[in-house]
C-alpha cells in the first residue's frame, strides 16, 4: 500500500543510526546489527502507513514518537506528504540529552 507519504531523515537522525550500527557492530555479532536495521526499516514502514498513529512525545510540540524497541526510539515530525526523522535515540541514555537533539 503506498500512503503517499515520503521519508526523510535530518543530518542528525543519520548520525544517531550510524553511532548505534558502530556501537553494535563493535561489540555484538553481526545478526544483532542486521535485527536493528530490520527492526528500523519496518517501523518506518508502519510510520508511513500510519504517520499519524503514534503519539506525541512529551520533549517537543509536533515531534511523535515510534518504539523501536525497548532501547531504541524513533523521533519524527509530519510535514504535509514528508516524514522527517528527527533523532534515532537510545532508550537508555539521559533523557535530557534527548531535550537537545529534538
Known amino acids: ?7 526523510e531523515w535530518s543530518d542528525q537522525a543519520r548520525d544517531n543510526f550510524n553511532e548505534i550500527i558502530k556501537f553494535l557492530s563493535a561489540g555484538w555479532d553481526k545478526n544483532v546489527v542486521k535485527k536493528f536495521v530490520r527492526n528500523i526499516d ?3 514502514i508502519h510510520i508511513k502507513t500510519f504517520p499519524y498513529g503514534f503519539p506525541m512525545s512529551q520533549y517537543r510540540d509536533g515531534v511523535r514518537r515510534c518504539v523501536v524497541s525497548k532501547i531504541n526510539t524513533i523521533y ?3 510535514q504535509e506528504k514528508i516524514i522527517y526523522i528527527v533523532a534515532i535515540e537510545d532508550n537508555r541514555r539521559d533523557p535530557s540529552r534527548l531535550k537537545n537533539l529534538l
Open 1 to 7: 500500500m503506498n500512503s503517499g507519504y515520503e521519508i
Open 42 to 44: 519496518k517501523e518506518l
Open 76 to 78: 519524527y515530525t509530519v
